[in-house]
Structures are given as C-alpha cells and as structure tokens.
C-alpha cells in the first residue's frame, strides 16, 4: 500500500555529507542497530533526482534496466534469472520516480518496505547536499524529520576523493602517486574547487538552516565520527537506545598517496571560505585538523 505520510511514532533520518565524509560507516554502523529500518538500496538519490540535481543517477539506473532487458533469452531455464532479479530490483528501485511532483507516495512506498515499527527510519544519501532550502524544506514536511551531515576537513576529503577517483581507473594507472598529483593539479587549474558543491558545507548549512529548525540538525565532524562518544550522540539526536561502533569497522578507506606541499597550499587557498566559516561557527569544538590547516595559510 502507498504511503503518504510516515508511520505513526516514526521519525525520518536523513544523513547528508560529500563523497569520502564517513557516510558509508555511519551506515553499517547504524545498521547494527534493530531501532532503525533502512530500505535495501544505502543511497536512493530521491529528493537530488526529483529535483533535477542529479540527472546522471536517474540516467545511469534507467540505462541499466534497458540493457538487462536486451539481455534476456526467450526461453525456459536458468539464463534469466539473474537479470530478472536485478532487473525487479532496479525496476522496484526506479519506481520511486513515479509521482507528481510535491507528491511522495511512491518513495515512501519504498523505503518502509520491510519497516516493523522502529522509531527511525532512515535514507542516508549523502549527495542531497547539493540541495536547496526548498529541497529541504519539502524533506523536512515529511512527517518528523531530522538531518545528520557529516563534515570533513576540505583537504583531507578532497585527497581522498581523488585517490578513489584514481583506483577506479587503476588499471589504466602505472604510477598512483603521480596519477592522483595529475588529477589534483587538473582540478586546481580548472577553478573548480571551489565550486563543488557538495564541498560547499557554508551554502549547505545556510540552505539548511533557513528552513529546518535547529534542533532537528546535527552536525558531526568526520574527524570525530568513529569516536564511541560521538555515536551515542548521534543515537540521543535519534532518539534510539545507544549503540558501540565496532573498533575494526573502516569502510572504504582507498589506496595511500601522499599530498605534496604545494598541492595542499593551492587545496588550502581554495578552500579558505570553508575553513573561515566551520572556524567561525563551531569555534574551538572544530577538530584540530581543520584548526592546523587553516592556520598553515600564508597571509595575503
């Protein structure tokens, strides 16, 4: 049956932040917990798709289908069977998109498929930071909501994103260290730093804040995340009974390469803004990565 509205005594979670910002182990470790329902897929892209943010996911899921479709045999056996399987689920998945526009139903539909009365359910898709304050303030009409957004210090995320980046092009790679430099030094030279969006935690926060009350956001530094106490923040924020992250839990923690001084001094100047506003807002609670890094700037 569709849904319109959440579950009576249920709250919706979503966890927002930018690629390499702990999202995915804040995931598996909240998993742990039988007080929250997750939907099958960690990262459904609803509200960024609907919103016509993120046309390459929409794309890239509908493509996906098309293919396995061409895939399939007419005829009884084994052959199909694991392309229909992937196929239902992808459909299942793509079937959230089906709505009118302000209507919900359908991805709601999804993510409590399963659901058996936990207080939380919860969509960690960390990309809905690129939203606007309309976005999330349509989110937040969705019964009782809340938000978590992870914050990373910009130049460690940056490095590492560009190190995932690299590995997933490994094979056309000899040399990681040099590979991961090309692409940083391309990525300054273009201007863009700056703009990424999903690095832009000052127009996040401010879109945010303009529409969600500010009890129902949590901010967590990424730099504090895997810190026992900070999790039993995060379950408080939930309202869930507290839960122990598992000390050998990392997930995605990617290939080594280090940052050479000039290429962080160029991260530094580009994310100065960044640094300014985190500094300025949370003060002496900032982690003392982002402390050290913004006081290496060299004064202009």
Request: charged share 25%.
């Amino acid at each position: 049956m569709a849904l319109s509205i959440l579950p009576e005594n249920t709250k919706l979670a979503y966890c927002i932040g930018a690629q390499k910002a702990g999202t995915t182990w804040l995931y598996e470790t909240l998993r742990t917990s039988s007080q929250i329902h997750f939907s099958r897929n960690k990262e459904l892209h609803y509200f960024n798709v609907i919103a016509g943010k993120s046309d390459q996911v929409f794309d890239l899921r509908m493509n996906t289908v098309k293919t396995l479709a061409r895939k399939l045999v007419s005829e009884r056996g084994p052959k199909n069977r694991r392309n229909l399987r992937v196929l239902s689920e992808l459909a299942d998945l793509l079937s959230i998109y089906t709505d009118a526009p302000e209507h919900h139903e359908a991805y709601l539909s999804y993510l409590t498929q399963g659901f058996s009365g936990q207080p939380v359910i919860c969509d960690i898709t960390p990309a809905y930071a690129i939203l606007d304050a309309k976005d999330f303030s349509e989110m937040g009409s969705l019964g009782e909501s809340c938000f978590i957004f992870i914050l990373r210090d910009p130049i460690d995320r940056m490095w590492s994103q560009i190190r995932m980046a690299v590995s997933a092009d490994a094979a056309q790679v000899a040399d990681f260290q040099t590979a991961c430099e090309a692409r940083a030094q391309h990525l300054i030279d273009s201007k863009r730093l700056p703009k990424l969006e999903r690095a832009n935690y000052r127009r996040t926060m401010s879109e945010l804040e303009a529409v969600i009350p500010p009890h129902r956001i949590k901010y967590v530094f990424y730099e504090d995340l895997f810190h026992a106490h900070t999790v039993r923040d995060i379950c408080t924020f939930l309202g869930i009974s507290p839960i122990s992250p598992k000390a050998d839990l990392r997930s995605n923690s990617g290939r080594h390469a280090m940052l050479p001084e000039h290429l962080k001094h160029s991260f530094r100047e580009a994310f100065a803004l960044q640094y300014d506003f985190i500094l300025n807002r949370f003060g002496a609670a900032t982690p003392a990565r982002w402390q050290i890094n913004s006081a290496q700037r060299v004064p202009g």
